[in-house]
């Protein structure tokens, strides 16, 4: 089930229209819900394996943004 896990944060800028890279999580997760609020990127949540529900947040602060 849990197929889709990754490290990677991807972020999109509506003003450009365009995805980029963030600094890599430090454990990988799948089908997470994010938030942006006051600069920062909220991940909530997902899988961290076919077993392991995640009932963590992840704060990502946006510094170029």
Known sequence: MATRLSLAFEIYDPRLN????????????????AVNLDGSVYLI?????????????????????
């Not at 961290?48 to 943004?65: A, P």
């Open 18 to 33: 365009a995805w980029r890279m963030g600094d890599p999580m430090s454990s990988p997760r799948g089908y997470a819900a």
């Open 45 to 65: 949540g997902g899988l961290q394996s076919n077993v392991q529900i995640l009932d963590t947040v992840s704060n990502h602060v946006l510094t170029d943004i």
